[in-house]
């Protein structure tokens, strides 16, 4: 997979069997609807389908950021927030291919997953606290 | 079908030529050009518009089995070649002029979506198209449609020309020639009728298409029940596939009618009439209500009871001729295993064997994470995302 960003090869990092596509060169990560779903599923969340259509329900967000394209699809993205208030900004495939975390935007969520006490049952915290999994450095 | 080609044909020569037998000769020879190519080319144009790639039977053992399966059950000489598309998306199409160069194809997405007896189910439907050569039949239809189509593409741009330099558009150079048997009232009527034959003759050959197109996934799904004797799984099937809302990457509208779902289903509620495909749900309404067998006859029944009508989908002769067949039970999927782990296992099986086709590597850090990293970046020091251990790649 190409980074949306950089444009160049990313690598697959696969966790507790569920898989991300990393950018070595940004740290940006792509979350894959259908890996999205498994973690859901494994996690006993019943939907794991509706993920990305979950996310694609929040308001767009507005932002001077760039539109980034969807990997899969090659088509603008959404760019929403999620983790509440403070949350980060993501983008998301209007196709729901995926989700797109830039580099930075890992490192803004593993702050507010460690702020917050544990992990919920619901799909953004579940979200966040796979990458914080995976990235925690 | 082939009367309308014939008959735009005719009035193309009459309109532009004043002779009906020439414009007949050119529609039939571009017709015969297009068949030829499509016909010895067709299926490895659409496997690379697709991007299909062919897997050999260590590739996917699963897969390979019930292909195999299925070529039995149906009969096959030939055992089809696989081919995998490497597309998020849930589809599978058949391709191949005869039974002897066929192939299968199959999204790298359904293939991880699907359990056994579904992807049987799939199958079954595929090597149906195949067994009962519509594909041959759906490739020649939209090559006679295709012809139909530019012709009269053409002949209208013509026409405009005609009438802008002509000073009277084909009835003009019509007029001119000797050999106009009547007036130029008679010119004028023939020039309306062309006109409006070439207007509606796309319109008339694709409803044409669409409705051989349909009553082949009927057939090609009466056939999946009879050859797997369980016509619960393609339904199940066809349920997955039909939540599903992620599009066909490669589909174009020519190549719709090979899908085992239309790929365009999310984009426009398309109206019955123009579908390729029959709706999803009735579908899997008549597949779950077969009973007391596999056989067409039970799919006939089936079809007749959802649809509410008197008349069949399969011919007396054919159901009759394939006997009766009892349903089979379900599947015991091997080792009991709770199906999420199940379908984990699958996508990975199914993603790793991408990775392979793709000459990937995989790293296995000490933390625990696995890095499956592209040819393009192999040879130079990647860190782990994870634990930040570097790995010579």
Redesign the interface.
Known sequence: MICPVCNKDMFVIEYKRVELDYCHICKGAWFDAGEMELLLETAGLKDGTQAVHDVLKLPEAHTAEKKRRCPICGKNMKKVIIGGEKGVMIDACFQHHGLWFDGGEVADLMKIVSEQAGCKKETESEIMCFLKDVFQG | MGALLVFIGWFIGLVFAANGIAGLVIALIIWGIMTLVAYFQGDNILLSVAGAKKISPSDHQQLYDVVEEMKIASGLEKMPDIYIIDD?SLNAFATGRDPNHAAVSITS?LL?KLNRDELQGVIGHEISHIKHRDVLLMSMCSVLLGTIVILSFYASRMMMFGAIFGGGGGGGRRGSSKNSGGGGGAAIIILVLAILLMILAPLFAQLIYFAISRKREYLADASSALYTRYPAGLASALEKLE?????V?NATQATAPMYIVNPFRNKLNVNNLTSTHPPLEERIRILRSMAGGAAYANYDQAYRQVKNTNSGIISPQSAAAAGTVGLRAAVAGGPVEPP?DD???R??DV?DMM?RMND?KTIECEC???????P??QGSM?????C?RAHQA
């Open positions: 998020p997405g991880q939540q599903s809302t992620t599009p990457k999420v379908k984990v296992s996508t990975r993603n990775y990937y625990g994470a696995k890095l499956k990293v592209p393009s970046m990647i860190k782990c995302p994870r930040g």
